[in-house]
T-cell receptor, first 114, second 115 residues
């Protein structure tokens, strides 16, 4: 079983709809991240969480919100989806205990907003 | 501000040829450096990382990278590429686990392999 899972893997939604992307991990890591990937722009950080009570905005948080329901779960919500939020979304985790910044990625969610 | 530059958006090499993907970084302290690979339809997989010590690091799938502090570079190399190496490659730089623990990714280099 994959260590970092994302649901759904693909989603098509209409402008103005609220949607939620979910991420779960079995690695026991304390830190979790949400990125979006757009062609030619690489990965951009949306939100990150160092533990359940510590959530921080990344470089492109406008239009997004997150919830860290448990150490293993980190959800990303689009309150009112718009077409320029069409992208590939990745969840990632890392472990403070190792002292290293290496991140582990989920398989991604491809979101299309029409 | 810290940044990562991958000068080549696309690179095409023939199968069996050698490969070098360039990465330059800007960082105010000793950086921690990573190379990730993203195969089509997949998430990102760590190829290798450099934290300290020997500046030539070995990774998975036959890749290696060399940290050159004087050139602020961390180029990825492979002596002989295989068709399965066709993918997008991301260089990343980040601090050790401190309060401002964020990894900065380059914009990626897409590798094409000619048969």
């Amino acid at each position: 079983d994959a260590d970092v899972t994302q649901t759904p893997r693909n989603r098509i939604t209409k402008t103005g709809k609220r949607i939620m992307l979910e991420c779960s991990q079995t690695k026991g890591h304390d830190r979790m991240y949400w990125y979006r990937q757009d062609p030619g722009l690489g990965l951009r950080l949306i939100y990150y969480s160092f533990d359940v009570k510590d959530i921080n905005k990344g470089e492109i948080s406008d239009g997004y919100s997150v919830s860290r329901q448990a150490q293993a779960k980190f959800s990303l919500s689009l309150e009112s989806a718009i077409p320029n939020q069409t992208a590939l979304y990745f969840c990632a985790t890392s472990d403070t205990g190792t002292g290293e910044a290496e991140q582990y990625f989920g398989p991604g969610t491809r979101l299309t907003v029409t | 501000a810290q940044s990562v530059t991958q000068p080549d958006i696309h690179i095409t090499v023939s199968e069996g040829a050698s490969l070098e993907l360039r990465c330059n970084y800007s960082y105010g302290a000793t950086p921690y450096l990573f190379w990730y690979v993203q195969s089509p339809g997949q998430g990102l997989q760590l190829l290798l990382k450099y934290f300290s010590g020997d500046t030539l690091v070995q990774g998975i799938k036959g890749f290696e990278a060399e940290f050159k502090r004087s050139q602020s570079s961390f180029n990825l190399r492979k002596p002989s590429v295989h068709w399965s190496d066709a993918a997008e490659y991301f260089c990343a730089v980040g601090p050790l686990m401190n309060r401002d623990d964020k990894i900065i990714f380059g914009k990626g280099t897409r590798l094409h392999i000619l048969p």
